[in-house]
C-alpha cells in the first residue's frame, strides 16, 4: 500500500501569497499523482492530474510539478476562494496486480 | 457532461445491513473504473474499492477487505457499496468517484457523497 505524506497540515497566508504544499510518496508512482481541492459540503475538485497537468477550467495560478515519490502543488497568487483543503492521490501501479488508490492527509489553507 | 448521483443519506443502527448507490451518466459506464472513497468527520480521504464494470474487476483496500462488498450492475450504469453488518467507524460520508482512463487512472468525478450515520 502506497502511503503520502503531506506537508504542511495547515498553511496560514493571505490573499495574494504564494501556497507551496508538498507530498511525499512512500514509493515511487511515476507520474500519476493529481491534486484535489476539497470545501466544505462539497465534493472535491480535480485541480492537476499526472503531477503537472491543469485539469479543465482549472486558473494557471495552480500548478503541479514532481515524479516519483516527490510532489509540489504550488498556488502562484491566492485568491480568496483558494482557501480550502488539498489532498494529493496517487494511482501509481493501477490496474496492474497488487495496486490500490491513496489520498495524502490533506493540507488545509486558511486565511491568515 | 458526468454526472454521479448518489442514494440518500442513511441512518442504521450497529448490526444492520446496508446498500448504497451510485448512478452514472454522461460516459460509457462499462469503459471507466468506479470506485468508493470514505471520509469520517474531522478526518481526510480513503480509498475504499474500484469496479471495472465491463468485467466486474473488483479492487479492495486491504482497509476495507472483507467489511463491504463492490457491485456494479451495467444495465442501469449503477455501482452499489454494501454492508453486511455496520459499525459505529462506519459513520462517514461515502463519495461515488469515477477514475480516468490510461495512463493516469486518476480521479476525475465524484460524487456529492452519501452520509451514513451508525449509533
Known amino acids: 500500500e502506497i502511503v503520502l505524506t503531506q506537508s504542511p497540515a495547515t498553511l496560514s497566508l493571505s490573499p495574494g501569497e504564494r501556497a507551496t504544499l508538498s507530498c511525499g510518496a512512500s514509493?515511487?508512482?511515476?507520474?500519476?499523482l493529481a491534486w484535489f481541492q476539497h470545501k466544505p459540503g462539497r465534493a472535491p475538485r480535480l485541480l492537476i492530474y499526472?503531477?503537472?497537468n491543469r485539469a479543465t477550467g482549472v486558473p494557471a495560478r495552480f500548478s503541479g510539478s514532481g515524479s516519483g515519490t516527490d510532489f509540489t502543488l504550488v498556488i502562484s497568487s491566492l485568491e480568496p476562494e483558494d482557501f480550502a483543503t488539498y489532498y494529493c492521490?496517487?494511482?501509481?501501479?493501477?490496474?496492474?496486480?497488487?495496486?490500490?488508490?491513496?489520498f495524502g492527509g490533506g493540507t488545509k489553507v486558511e486565511l491568515k | 457532461e458526468v454526472q454521479l448521483v448518489q442514494s440518500g443519506a442513511e441512518m442504521k443502527k450497529p448490526g444492520q445491513s446496508l446498500k448504497i448507490s451510485c448512478q452514472a451518466s454522461?460516459?460509457?459506464?462499462?469503459?471507466?473504473?468506479i470506485s468508493w472513497v470514505r471520509q469520517a468527520p474531522g478526518k481526510g480521504l480513503e480509498w475504499i474499492a474500484s469496479?471495472?464494470?465491463?468485467?466486474?474487476?473488483?479492487r479492495y483496500s486491504p482497509s476495507f477487505q472483507g467489511q463491504v462488498t463492490i457491485s456494479a450492475d451495467t444495465s442501469l450504469s449503477s455501482t452499489y457499496l454494501h454492508w453486511n453488518s455496520l459499525k459505529t467507524s462506519d459513520t462517514a460520508r461515502y463519495f461515488c468517484?469515477?477514475?480516468?482512463?490510461?495512463?493516469?487512472?486518476?480521479?476525475?468525478?465524484w460524487g456529492p457523497g452519501t452520509l451514513v450515520s451508525v449509533s
Open positions: 468517484v469515477r477514475q480516468q482512463q490510461w495512463p493516469f487512472y486518476h480521479v476525475d468525478y
Open positions: 454522461g460516459y460509457t459506464f462499462n469503459s471507466f473504473w
Open positions: 469496479i471495472y464494470p465491463r468485467d466486474s474487476d473488483a
Open positions: 514509493q515511487s508512482v511515476a507520474s500519476s
Open positions: 499526472g503531477a503537472s
Open positions: 492521490h496517487q494511482s501509481g501501479n493501477w490496474p496492474s496486480r497488487p495496486s490500490g488508490l491513496s
